[in-house]
């Protein structure tokens, strides 16, 4: 292979992993929260929920 073919192969492959991590990067998370069904307690947890999804928008927070 000529330095040529081999720099572009390179930059081809820098560029496809560049792009694959900022599309792994972007990837939403779900966690899930088991809590009780007490009524008191699921205000709490759905409040608690609300304010750590605002804190970490890229993750969601399924409640069980």
């Known amino acids: 292979m000529n330095s040529a073919v081999l720099r572009k192969s390179l930059m081809i492959t820098v560029l496809a992993v560049l792009l694959l991590g900022n599309a792994l ?3 939403q998370v779900t966690i899930t929260y088991m809590h009780r069904s ?4 699921t205000e709490w947890a759905q409040r608690v929920a609300a304010a750590f999804e605002e804190a970490h928008p890229d993750i969601k927070v399924e409640l069980l």
Do not use: C, D, F, G
Request: avoid cysteine; aromatic fraction near 0%.
């Open 25 to 27: 990067a972007q990837a």
């Open 38 to 41: 007490i009524p008191l307690e």
